[in-house]
């Protein structure tokens, strides 16, 4: 089944305690983004991969980190979280042959409390 | 002004009525999606389009390129379906990178039995 898996799906931690969420998908999707949706804010995009070794910035990217050493993978990384990075966050793939992406696909959501 | 504008916010339907919702852009795009999201918070696209119209159950998705513009439409409608709605485009260099998703503010939509 194609899908994109999240973990955790939800996490409490305290301020300044490093944490990974892990993203993976089983799809050889070259594309990988990572998304916090706040209440009227929407989805706004953190980081993005288009390729290994390939991340860029998204709009809101100040306290995270990625990494994209395989393709399946794509870990998001709050080296010391504060509380306003309270917020549900999504990771998504798509293909991207030729510059025509194609659907989305989102993990579960992994909602994260830093208190 | 956000480049993807939805409407309406929030929405209210009586079970068997015929919804619309509406999503507007000012950017270039290279298709243009409909994800459904549930009380539980996951994710599920349920159209992407370029041009036209696409069909799928009782759902309908249609786009104007033209006029940047496309709706959402779901005929019968059952408490089922209530969910967050979100109209996100594929825009063609947006923020100087191509394929990066930007997203409506989402429309909550109850169906009331």
């Known amino acids: 089944e194609a899908q994109v898996t999240q973990n955790p799906r939800y996490l409490i931690t305290v301020t300044g305690k490093k944490l990974t969420v892990t993203c993976s998908q089983n799809?050889?999707?070259?594309?990988m983004s990572w998304y916090r949706q706040d209440p009227g804010l929407g989805l706004r995009q953190i980081y993005y991969s288009m390729n290994v070794e390939v991340t860029d910035k998204g709009d809101v990217p100040e306290g995270y980190k990625v990494s994209r050493k395989e393709k399946r993978n794509f870990p998001l990384i709050l080296e010391s979280p504060s509380p306003n990075q309270t917020s549900l966050y999504f990771c998504?793939?798509?293909?991207?042959?030729?510059?025509?992406?194609?659907?989305?696909?989102f993990g579960q959501g992994t909602r994260l409390t830093v208190v | 002004k956000n480049e993807v504008e939805q409407s309406p916010q929030n929405l209210t339907a009586q079970e068997g009525e015929f919804i619309t919702i509406n999503c507007s852009y000012s950017v270039g795009i290279s298709a243009l999606h409909w994800l459904q999201q549930h009380p539980g918070g996951g994710i599920v696209s349920l159209f992407m389009?370029?041009?036209g119209k696409k069909k799928h159950g009782r759902l309908i998705a249609t786009i104007n390129i033209q006029e940047k513009h496309s709706s959402l439409h779901i005929t019968a409608s059952h408490p089922r379906d209530s969910a967050v709605y979100i109209c996100?485009?594929?825009?063609?260099?947006?923020?100087?990178?191509?394929?990066?998703?930007?997203f409506g503010k989402g429309t909550k939509l109850s169906v009331k039995p």
């Open positions: 996100a485009a594929t825009a063609i260099n947006y923020g100087g990178s191509q394929g990066n998703l930007i």
């Open positions: 998504a793939s798509s293909q991207y042959p030729t510059r025509v992406y194609t659907e989305a696909f």
């Open positions: 389009l370029s041009s």
């Open positions: 799809m050889n999707h070259e594309y």
